[in-house]
């Protein structure tokens, strides 16, 4: 096996970076980690510049192949190294592995207001003072509303997937600066918290 080197954001802070580090964790893959500064541009700067086109982290590198945007590198390692022989970060069935990326894509391109007013700062370092926008507001109770759906059990599609922790980063932009969610929604996200590889993630963002 050639290989596999992970760029990510220099803080721990990108959400879409935790979902790559968390597949290669999950699958249990010998990897290299690297940070790449972004407040001091080096995502612009040789050698970073020059590994792909799209200049952003996540990045994953393997061999010949430069893999930006983290849905790609998590749909990529689970064709490159499949369940049962490594562990499955998307659902099995066809059916509910289209549902889970109807999630994740859902999660990359909604609920900006949100996204902008209760940035991963709040989750991984500390909360805001600041009260949510009526923009802001109208996104979380979207989310909430979203998100109470699709919440029914241990996990969002039957089993552990990238979806169950894209979805509960979300949450916990609010749950984790103190913003109003429902108990069983709390409670669902701290349960995802505790898993292994998120622990992993948030041990490097503390250090």
Same mark, same amino acid.
């Given at each position: 096996?050639?290989?596999?080197?992970?760029?990510?954001?220099?803080?721990?802070?990108?959400?879409?970076?935790?979902?790559?580090?968390?597949a290669?964790?999950?699958?249990?893959l010998?990897?290299?980690?690297?940070?790449?500064?972004?407040?001091? !541009?080096?995502?612009?700067?040789?050698?970073?510049r020059?590994?792909?086109?799209?200049?952003r982290?996540p990045?994953?590198?393997?061999?010949? #192949?430069?893999?930006?945007?983290?849905?790609?590198?998590?749909?990529?390692?689970?064709e490159?190294?499949?369940p049962?022989?490594?562990?499955?970060?998307?659902?099995?069935?066809?059916?509910?592995?289209?549902?889970?990326?109807?999630?994740?894509?859902?999660?990359?391109?909604?609920?900006?207001? #949100?996204?902008?007013?209760?940035s991963?700062?709040?989750?991984?370092?500390?909360?805001?003072v600041?009260?949510?926008?009526?923009?802001?507001?109208?996104a979380?109770?979207?989310?909430?509303?979203?998100?109470?759906?699709l919440v029914?059990?241990?996990?969002?599609? !039957?089993?552990?997937?990238?979806?169950?922790?894209?979805?509960?980063l979300?949450?916990?932009?609010l749950?984790l600066?103190?913003?109003?969610?429902?108990?069983r929604?709390?409670?669902w996200?701290?349960?995802?918290w505790?898993?292994?590889?998120?622990?992993?993630?948030?041990?490097?963002?503390?250090?």
């Open positions: 096996m050639q290989e596999l080197t992970l760029y990510v954001d220099s803080r721990f802070t990108s959400p879409w970076a935790l979902s790559a580090f968390q290669l964790t999950e699958k249990k010998p990897f290299t980690l690297h940070t790449v500064d972004l407040d001091k !541009g080096e995502q612009k700067q040789v050698p970073f020059d590994l792909g086109p799209l200049g982290v990045l994953l590198v393997q061999g010949g #192949l430069a893999l930006a945007e983290s849905s790609a590198i998590v749909e990529y390692l689970e490159a190294f499949p049962p022989a490594y562990a499955a970060v998307l659902p099995a069935g066809v059916e509910q592995r289209a549902r889970a990326r109807q999630v994740m894509a859902w999660l990359r391109s909604d609920l900006m207001a #949100l996204r902008a007013e209760r991963t700062e709040v989750v991984f370092y500390a909360p805001v600041t009260p949510l926008t009526a923009a802001g507001q109208a979380a109770e979207r989310l909430i509303a979203i998100a109470e759906r029914t059990g241990e996990h969002l599609f !039957g089993q552990w997937s990238i979806a169950d922790t894209e979805l509960a979300m949450l916990n932009r749950i600066n103190g913003d109003p969610v429902p108990e929604l709390t409670a996200c701290a349960a995802q505790q898993r292994t590889s998120v622990r992993q993630w948030i041990a490097k963002s503390s250090t």
